[in-house]
């Protein structure tokens, strides 16, 4: 338990550094710096930097669904006020997620892409599910605004333009709305 727990500790510590720095700026130094740890507790833990940047980038989209799914709890379930929050949400995480664009098309992760980008479409769609289930809506009616606010998110972190995001993302949100509301329409109609 006590081993977990250094471990993730060190985890949150490595990923701190590399969304500072960026994948090739940090050292193992940077990691035992902000871990507070030595070298030879940091590869006790950790086979290589490889192993570190794996852990990282599966603790970064953890954050980033765990941030995303607490801001859901905050909402009445079918309440359109959510999407101000979740634009604020991928607004703020974009240098988060710079980093983990940075990992993902890093040769270095080369042989877990395929693997990270199953589990990155299974967020999309656990996201667009709890969605769904809030709006009284089917799934594919939204799923297409899911996986188009995810690629503004993207777009957002790797070129910055936070008002461009923004007008985006409202956008989306509009489309979503509305969407939604057509459909609620339609459904009382044909009760």
């Given at each position: 338990?006590?081993?977990?727990?250094?471990?993730?500790?060190?985890?949150?510590?490595?990923?701190?550094?590399?969304?500072?720095n960026?994948?090739?700026?940090t050292?193992?130094?940077?990691?035992?710096?902000?871990?507070?740890?030595?070298?030879?507790?940091?590869?006790?833990?950790?086979d290589?930097?490889?192993?570190?940047?794996?852990?990282?980038?599966?603790?970064?989209?953890?954050?980033?669904?765990?941030?995303?799914?607490?801001?859901?709890?905050?909402?009445?379930?079918?309440?359109?006020?959510?999407?101000?929050?979740?634009?604020?949400?991928?607004?703020?995480?974009?240098?988060?997620?710079?980093?983990?664009?940075?990992?993902?098309?890093?040769?270095?992760?080369?042989?877990?892409?395929?693997?990270?980008?199953?589990?990155?479409?299974?967020?999309?769609?656990?996201?667009?599910?709890?969605?769904?289930?809030?709006?009284?809506?089917?799934?594919?009616?939204?799923?297409?605004?899911?996986?188009?606010?995810?690629?503004?998110?993207?777009?957002?972190?790797?070129?910055?333009?936070?008002?461009?995001?923004?007008?985006?993302?409202?956008?989306?949100?509009?489309?979503?709305?509305?969407?939604i509301?057509?459909?609620?329409?339609?459904?009382s109609?044909?009760?």
């Open positions: 338990m006590k081993q977990t727990i250094k471990k993730n500790y060190i985890i949150e510590k490595c990923y701190e550094c590399f969304v500072k960026g994948i090739e700026n050292t193992t130094r940077d990691f035992c710096a902000a871990a507070d740890v030595n070298a030879n507790t940091l590869y006790y833990y950790f290589s930097k490889n192993e570190i940047l794996v852990e990282c980038v599966n603790y970064g989209y953890m954050q980033l669904e765990s941030t995303l799914f607490d801001a859901l709890k905050e909402f009445d379930k079918s309440s359109f006020d959510i999407f101000p929050r979740l634009t604020k949400i991928g607004l703020d995480y974009a240098p988060k997620m710079r980093f983990l664009h940075q990992a993902v098309s890093s040769p270095a992760y080369e042989e877990y892409r395929e693997d990270q980008f199953k589990k990155v479409n299974a967020f999309y769609d656990r996201l667009g599910m709890e969605l769904a289930e809030r709006f009284d809506c089917p799934y594919e009616l939204i799923k297409d605004y899911i996986y188009e606010i995810m690629t503004l998110l993207s777009y957002f972190s790797l070129w910055g333009s936070r008002d461009m995001a923004a007008i985006q993302f409202n956008r989306i949100f509009i489309d979503f709305k509305n969407a509301t057509n459909y609620r329409e339609i459904r109609l044909m009760e």
